[in-house]
């Protein structure tokens, strides 16, 4: 079993490797067998896995000490539970079925192009696995910075353009500037308590020492972590990156900014449970954080044009949506939201693929409409994901996303308003969305029209299967109130949250609350497509927005305020540092003491005159100082 | 005589030589002062030899012969040296037909 649990990272690494090294002599073929296969494989072997977790068998690897100083030490260990294999299945199966995809997606490519996607898609997956399989925080970090230089390289895919560089750029350093909020909340760790393991059977782990960690040392290194949580999850103020990374070929943007890379954020806070239900204040935060970034980027996406851009934006409301689960302690909910919103996520951005494939590359949605005849799988299979992401029963979206709210009412019924509100904005623009694209009537050139075709077989496969699961994958979180022993998932997840389940009050509602909690919710998300599909169906938005619109198309000009309040004014300072402090102090000081030796060594040349004089005269100097010196001072 | 006047006479010839051998151009004035010097020791030795003999007369008729053997040594020093000094400004002058010492400043290089 041990050796099956390292193979399940090896497999991509291996991937990476060949693909990689090889590209320029393999054909497009094989580097899609083997980039796919590799995946496959992974994904096999994580079943195998879940089966053996089922059980109950935690599986804990050891390679190897990767870390040691003195007494503290850092293995390089794998650590399979329950939290770790539903990750482990959604990265492998979701990430399988992208990989799949792009073997069509990208064959325009050439053949060394090609095999380098592949190579640095295996090499995400990966960072990922060892993200998700890390037995400590600083394996974990290992994966963190692996998937965010897989996204860079992803995102910068089609290089020779600047602008999709700059994108590359902004995300990579934006995730760096969380990753140092990570980093010191995991010094502080490890100056407090000596270890970074999760757990270790003699208890020497983070989560059985906690308690020796202060109130104050739990919230600083709970908030630390958070930041390095908002820079990889995309929340608010490090969230601009994830639309600019629509730069990327579109599965990437399934892949990595749908489905998994922004989801471990979710994944270290929920495997680090313990301590963040000790810290309220910082619980109390992620909320608010989690509920402000789902509502300014749900107003953002009502006004975008650009298909890829809308699902971008959603990603962002929907990570919003975890961060509150966390935040009021529904880690399962969280945990729940991530696989589904995988599912309808991944299957909105590879239909919107479908789409681009299909229009040649465009990716206005205002040139578009009236596609589902020509386009009939990927148009099912889109309005099945829209469906889930809405939130209506019985389709995945509403399972997850309603205990969300459920557990956010029983905090604080503000923050179910607010959650519900964003719903329907959540409703809304995917309907938007969804009617301007599909409905109506075509709008592009009749080139376009010509050119209309549904995809290939490997790009509707995938969106088939994922639609399935869109629709059924609600099903094994069924909440108790509907099935007696429902929520499979939490009965899975449960030894994993036990002591978080232990220490927090459970806030029990009411059935009858709970029925009309669902009801409301339901209603008013369907209240809110109805209303959107019969506007744009008839009339899409086709002029440009003004007053508040424009506003909210500008992306409420948060890009431009980072601009001017932070670029600029570094900008400024190194252009002051440069010039002033580098070119005249610093260069000034080297070359001046350069310079002042010069001059001293040719004043003092002077005194080698040849003269003898001048010799004579230096020697009866000295031995008048001598004199002096002797006779006249007294020690 | 008080010795005083001694001592003062020898500092002034002392002080004259060097004066000269820091300032003069011509190296056989330069040569000259600093036979001066010497013979200002010499006047200096003496004169100390003469002051300790009168202070010791009664116990010790040669009392203070060291310093008037000294200016022996001094003076056949003085000598060689002034031989071999003239012979240096002779071959000087055969190379450069000058004496002058400010001419001469190759130790420059």
């Known amino acids: ?635 | 005589m008080k010795i005083e006047y001694y001592i003062f006479l020898s500092i002034a010839l002392f002080c004259i030589g060097i004066a000269g051998v820091l300032t003069r151009r011509n190296s056989i004035i330069v040569f000259m002062c600093i036979e001066l010097m010497l013979n200002s020791v010499n006047l200096l030795l003496v004169a100390f030899s003469k002051m300790h003999n009168l202070a010791q007369a009664a116990v010790n008729p040669h009392a203070g012969i060291d310093g008037q053997l000294f200016v022996f040594f001094i003076m056949v020093v003085a000598a060689a040296e002034v031989s071999v000094g003239l012979a240096i400004i002779v071959m000087m002058f055969r190379n450069t037909h000058s004496v002058d010492i400010n001419f001469l400043n190759r130790l420059k290089h």
Request: proline fraction near 3%.
């Open chain 1, 1 to 635: 079993m041990n050796k099956l649990v390292i193979l399940i990272p090896l497999m991509p690494l291996a991937g990476f490797l060949i693909n990689g090294l090889f590209r320029k002599s393999l054909p497009k073929v094989v580097s899609g067998i083997i980039g796919s296969g590799a995946i496959l494989i992974s994904f096999i072997l994580s079943i195998i896995v879940f089966t053996e977790i089922n059980k109950g068998n935690n599986q804990v690897v050891s390679l190897f000490e990767f870390i040691k100083v003195g007494k503290f030490s850092i293995p390089f260990s794998f650590l399979v539970d329950p939290l770790s294999s539903i990750f482990l299945l959604i990265i492998t199966g979701v990430g399988f079925l992208i990989h799949l995809y792009s073997t069509a997606y990208m064959h325009e490519e050439n053949n060394a192009h090609f095999a380098r996607y592949f190579a640095f898609l295996n090499l995400f997956v990966f960072s990922m696995l060892v993200l998700v399989m890390g037995g400590n925080f600083v394996i974990m970090f290992i994966g963190w910075e692996g998937v965010g230089l897989c996204s860079y390289l992803l995102i910068g895919y089609w290089f020779k353009n600047i602008e999709y560089g700059n994108a590359a750029k902004k995300a990579f350093i934006m995730n760096r500037i969380g990753d140092l909020g990570f980093l010191i909340g995991i010094f502080w760790l490890i100056a407090k308590l000596g270890t970074v393991t999760y757990h270790t059977p003699e208890n020497t782990g983070v989560f059985d020492l906690f308690s020796k960690l202060s109130k104050a040392d739990i919230t600083a290194i709970t908030l630390l972590l958070f930041i390095g949580a908002t820079g990889k999850s995309a929340q608010i103020p490090l969230y601009t990156w994830l639309p600019d990374a629509m730069a990327g070929p579109t599965p990437v943007s399934a892949l990595i900014h749908a489905a998994t890379m922004v989801t471990a954020g979710i994944y270290m806070i929920a495997r680090s449970n313990i301590l963040y239900t000790l810290a309220p204040f910082t619980q109390t935060i992620i909320a608010i954080v989690g509920l402000a970034t789902a509502l300014l980027a749900a107003t953002i996406a009502i006004k975008q044009n650009d298909i890829k851009k809308v699902l971008a934006y959603s990603t962002v409301s929907q990570l919003g949506y975890m961060f509150i689960a966390l935040g009021v302690g529904s880690y399962t909910g969280a945990v729940f939201h991530v696989m589904t919103h995988a599912f309808f996520k991944a299957l909105l951005f590879l239909g919107a693929g479908s789409v681009i494939h299909a229009m040649h590359h465009e990716q206005d949605i205002r040139n578009m409409g009236g596609l589902k005849k020509k386009l009939p799988v990927t148009h099912i299979t889109f309005l099945a994901g829209c469906i889930a992401i809405a939130g209506i029963p019985p389709f995945s979206g509403f399972f997850s996303k309603d205990e969300i709210l459920a557990a956010a009412w029983a905090v604080n019924p503000v923050y179910w308003i607010l959650g519900v509100i964003g719903a329907m904005m959540t409703a809304y623009y995917m309907f938007r969305l969804y009617a301007t694209t599909f409905l109506g009537k075509f709008r592009g050139t009749s080139e376009q029209q010509q050119h209309l075709h549904e995809s290939p077989v490997a790009m509707t496969i995938p969106l088939v299967v994922l639609a399935i699961l869109s629709v059924i994958g609600g099903l094994i979180g069924i909440p108790a109130i509907f099935m007696e022993g429902g929520h499979k998932l939490e009965h899975f997840l449960a030894p994993v949250f036990a002591e978080s389940t232990k220490l927090q009050h459970a806030h029990q509602i009411e059935h009858s609350t709970e029925y009309m909690l669902m009801a409301v919710s339901s209603g008013l998300a369907l209240v809110a497509i109805i209303f959107a599909i019969t506007r744009f169906s008839k009339k899409p938005e086709l002029n440009e927005p003004g007053g508040a619109g424009k506003v909210l198309a500008n992306k409420w000009y948060v890009d431009e305020i980072y601009d001017a309040v932070i670029v600029k004014p570094l900008n400024g300072l190194g252009k002051f540092l440069n010039n002033v402090m580098e070119r005249s102090v610093i260069d000034g000081a080297v070359n001046g003491v350069g310079k002042f030796l010069q001059y001293g060594s040719r004043q003092i040349r002077l005194v080698q005159s040849g003269q003898v004089g001048s010799y004579v005269l230096l020697m009866v100097l000295g031995i008048l100082v001598f004199f002096v010196l002797q006779f006249f001072i007294k020690k």
